[in-house]
C-alpha cells in the first residue's frame, strides 16, 4: 500500500468527496478491508470515480446521486443501489428524487430493473428509519 504522501492530489480530493457522500464508517471499512490484491482498485475508484467524476463542478452531489442511483438500477447492481440509497443521507437527495429516478429507470432500462431497485431502496429506507428510531 503507498504512503499517504505519495497520492496524487485526484486522490486526495476524491478521498474527501468519497468521504462526504458514503460517510466515514463505509470508507474506513473498505479502506481496512483493503489487500495488496484490490488497493489498486480502492485507488482507480478514489482517483477516478470520486476524485474526477464526482467532485466535478456544475452537478450536486444530490444530481450525482440520483442519476448514479438510476444507472446502477438500470444495470442490475443492487449492493451499489443500496450503498447509493444509504449515501442519500449525505448528499442531500431525497426519497421523492429517488423514486422520480427509478421511474425513470422503469421506462428507459425495464421495469423490472426498477422493480428491484424500488424493493431495495425501501429496504435501505426501513433500515435508515430504525436507526433514527433508535
Known amino acids: 500500500m503507498a504512503d499517504a504522501h505519495t497520492f496524487s492530489d485526484r486522490y486526495r480530493q476524491g478521498m474527501v468527496t468519497r468521504r462526504a457522500v458514503l460517510g466515514d464508517s463505509h470508507v474506513d471499512r473498505a479502506s481496512s478491508a483493503a489487500t495488496d490484491f484490490d488497493q489498486p482498485f480502492q485507488e482507480l475508484i478514489t482517483e477516478g470515480a470520486w476524485g474526477t467524476v ?22 442490475g447492481h443492487d449492493e451499489e ?11 442531500g437527495a431525497s426519497r421523492d428524487d429517488i423514486a ?9 432500462a425495464g421495469v423490472p430493473a426498477a422493480n428491484r431497485a424500488i424493493k431495495i431502496a425501501k429496504h435501505v429506507f426501513d433500515e435508515l428509519d430504525a436507526e433514527k428510531a433508535a
Do not use: C
Not at 452537478?59 to 438500470?74: G, N, Q, Y
Not at 443501489?81 to 448528499?91: E, Q, S
Open 54 to 75: 464526482w467532485s466535478r463542478p456544475g452537478w450536486t452531489k444530490r444530481e450525482r446521486s440520483m442519476v448514479t442511483i438510476a444507472l446502477l438500477a438500470a444495470l
Open 81 to 91: 443501489v443500496a450503498m447509493h440509497v444509504r449515501a442519500t443521507v449525505n448528499t
Open 100 to 108: 422520480e429516478a427509478l421511474l425513470h429507470v422503469a421506462i428507459y
